[in-house]
Antibody, heavy 118, light 107 residues
């Protein structure tokens, strides 16, 4: 069974750094693309970026390039999304999702709620 | 343009047919998929490759895509289908793009 287990909710102050994780199991982690998707409160889904863990090939949405960093450690089947300086506008639910053969996201993690507030 | 436009809301009576649109430039040239998202839950893929249903998705869910518009159709809508629905497409230039989402109300 494919599972994407995300790290728990986080509360940070503006300017702080953060790294959230997504652990994949039940499939070949290294040779499958994993994407990150943002959902701001009451809003739609936004694709942020995607990584191929085997060679760390990464594609970023222009909207998020330079604002976040995506990485992966294939030895522990875990993908990461990190910020160096959070803003209140980063408050959102963040999902990791497994990319299917036809460019759709077949499986989703449970989401990580990030709250940035002073 | 890489935008996908969905109506903010659609209402339907139980047992009737709900249709949710997703518009974009030359969208018919791309594969479109649809996700269902219930409150407090993660999205679930209900349609991929325009009109295919993943295992476990009821037959009342169907999809079509032509020209500039893709449509998700739910036949015999049930109260359990009340949710947000998001369309998504991909192409080599714009990568993965989502629509703004549509809230389906069954009343």
């Amino acid at each position: 069974e494919v599972q994407l287990a995300q790290s728990g909710a986080e509360v940070r102050k503006p300017g702080e750094s953060l790294k959230i994780s997504c652990n994949g199991s039940g499939y070949s982690f290294s040779t499958s693309w994993i994407g990150w998707v943002r959902q701001m409160p009451g809003k739609g889904l936004e694709w942020m970026g995607i990584i191929y863990p085997d060679d760390s090939d990464i594609k970023y949405s222009p909207s998020f390039q330079g604002h976040v960093t995506i990485s992966a450690d294939k030895s522990i089947s875990t993908a990461y999304l990190q910020w160096t300086s959070l803003k209140p506008s980063d408050t959102a639910m963040y999902y990791c999702a497994l990319l299917g053969e036809q460019q759709n996201f077949d499986y989703w993690g449970q989401g990580t709620l990030v709250t940035v507030s002073s | 343009s890489n935008e996908l436009t969905q109506p903010p809301s659609v209402s339907v009576s139980p047992g009737q047919t709900a249709r949710i649109s997703c518009s974009g430039v030359n969208l018919g040239d791309k594969f479109v998929c649809w996700y269902q998202q219930k409150p407090g839950q993660s999205p679930v893929l209900v349609i991929y490759e325009d009109n295919k249903r993943p295992s476990g998705i009821p037959e009342r869910f169907s999809g079509a895509n032509s020209g500039n518009t893709a449509t998700l159709t739910i036949s015999g809508t049930q109260t359990m289908d009340e949710a947000d629905y998001h369309c998504q497409a991909w192409d080599s230039n714009t990568a993965w793009v989502f629509g703004g989402g549509t809230k389906l109300t069954v009343l």
